[in-house]
């Protein structure tokens, strides 16, 4: 089984509505993150989360809110969706080790999401 | 100012030839970590490799090769013999040492043709 997983992994919508993107991970990790990818953009940074009680705003926050469930559950919502939302959507999570480096971020399969 | 920088916005090469992908950073820390990732077309993004600063001795893994220069900020990604399947964007990424945020370049795809 994939460590993270996103739900959905596939979603069209219409403008205005309210949608949700899911995140799980199994793989223990206290960081978890997500993301936006546009074409020649890059991934961009939307939200990130250290634990359940600390949610923080990346660079493109505007129109998207967040809930940290739990440590495994990070969810993504667009509260009124609008077309140049439309991307590709990544979860992630990162964490230490023990020696104290960072860790690489390990990414969910995506969610593509179109909003006509 | 981008933290990370790929100037090549996309490659396209013969199968066989050798090529290099080039990233270069920004960061005033002297602790940080670099990265890349690959995406093929199925979209998924997969890590190929994590160096932190503190060491600059070159790597290389089968065909794969990583030349990082902490001179010109450098961290350069070269694929040997190149085949069809490495065909990707590939992103290079920076993690300062507060660890706070992943900052990603724009990504370089590479067209390998045959």
């Known amino acids: 089984d994939a460590d993270v997983t996103q739900t959905p992994r596939n979603r069209i919508t219409k403008t205005g509505k309210r949608i949700m993107l899911e995140c799980s991970q199994t793989k223990g990790h206290d960081r978890m993150y997500w993301y936006r990818q546009d074409p020649g953009l890059g991934l961009r940074l939307i939200y990130y989360s250290f634990d359940v009680k600390d949610i923080n705003k990346g660079e493109i926050s505007d129109g998207y809110s967040v809930s940290r469930q739990a440590q495994a559950k990070f969810s993504l919502s667009l509260e009124s969706a609008i077309p140049n939302q439309t991307a590709l959507y990544f979860c992630?999570?990162?964490?230490?080790?023990?020696?104290?480096?960072?860790?690489?971020?390990?990414f969910g399969p995506g969610t593509r999401l179109t909003v006509l | 100012a981008q933290k990370v920088t790929q100037a090549q916005t996309e490659i396209s090469v013969v199968e066989k030839e050798d090529v290099t992908l080039d990233c270069v950073y920004e960061?005033?820390?002297?602790?940080?970590?670099l990265f890349w990732y690959k995406q093929p077309p199925s979209g998924e993004l997969v890590f190929l490799i994590r160096r932190n600063s503190f060491d600059e001795q070159n790597e290389i893994s089968g065909r794969y090769s990583w030349n990082f220069q902490k001179s010109t900020s450098s961290f350069n990604f070269t694929i040997t013999a190149s085949q069809v399947v490495d065909s990707a964007v590939y992103f290079c990424?920076?993690?300062?040492?507060?660890?706070?945020?992943?900052?990603f370049g724009s990504g370089t795809k590479l067209n390998v043709k045959p």
């Open positions: 960061t005033r820390d002297t602790t940080y970590y």
């Open positions: 992630a999570t990162s964490d230490f080790t023990a020696s104290g480096s960072i860790v690489e971020q390990f």
């Open positions: 990424a920076l993690i300062e040492d507060n660890f706070n945020k992943f900052y």
